[in-house]
């Protein structure tokens, strides 16, 4: 597990190593993968944003829902910026060896972690768990 | 992918521009931090600060990223 780790994080560092792995491929495909990596970026911050934001203006709910509801958000953007450079890293490689592009179960994961932050923030409103 | 031809087509605008929103989304988290160490206690005041180093960090570097981009690294033969 740890040894995976470091290989992800030696993979992330060494885009000049990756370079020299296979055949460049079309400059198109590679802005594409690029764009895709910050559009993952924005998610990951926008996140950020909505943690920092339910940390700092919903004051009138109580402390542990409120910082429950943060963690949750601020950890996704967390968990989506590790996707980001990770995925894009290893569609690069996938691209020039001729593979497969990586398969993931992060977006079905993310679009789950959302809704259930997104059920209990509503719990949070209308059964009243905002008194503190 | 095709063998020899290399056209860009619109794509380094278009990844300039993906730049440009995400250092939006970049600033707009900096803001919640800065008025956050504006109007909060010390202990978060140490990481909104550096929160709002990694953004001027992360600004300049996307700047820089996207000099290159202006003209593609080589013409392809059309």
Redesign the interface.
């Known amino acids: 597990m740890i040894r995976q780790v470091l290989a992800a994080l030696r993979l992330w560092f060494s885009p000049h190593r990756l370079r020299a792995e296979g055949p460049t491929p079309d400059y198109r495909f590679s802005l594409a993968n690029e764009r895709t990596f910050l559009a993952w970026l924005r998610t990951a911050l926008a996140l950020l944003a909505g943690g920092i934001a339910v940390d700092q203006f919903l004051t009138e709910l109580r402390w542990a829902v409120r910082t429950t509801v943060a963690v949750l958000l601020l950890a996704g953007g967390a968990l989506c910026a590790v996707r980001a450079v990770n995925h894009w890293v290893r569609s690069e490689r996938a691209m020039r060896r001729g593979e497969d592009l990586p398969a993931s179960r992060f977006p079905a994961l993310l679009a789950v972690g959302t809704v259930l932050t997104a059920l209990l923030v509503i719990c949070a409103v209308l059964l009243g768990w905002a008194a503190p | ?2 063998g020899g ?5 619109a ?2 605008e ?2 300039r521009l ?2 440009r ?2 250092t939006l ?2 600033a ?2 900096v803001v ?2 800065a ?2 160490l504006v ?2 206690d010390g202990g978060l005041a140490l990481l909104h600060l550096s929160e709002l180093c990694l953004f001027f960090l992360c600004h300049h570097s996307a700047l820089t990223l996207i000099s290159p ?1 202006r003209r ?2 080589r013409v392809g033969c059309v």
Do not use: I, K, N
């Not at chain 2, 031809?5 to 087509?9: A, F, I, L, Q, V």
């Open positions: 992918m095709s031809h290399r056209d860009p087509g794509q380094p278009r990844t993906a730049w929103r995400t989304s970049f707009l988290v919640l931090a008025r956050g109007t909060a981009l593609p690294r």
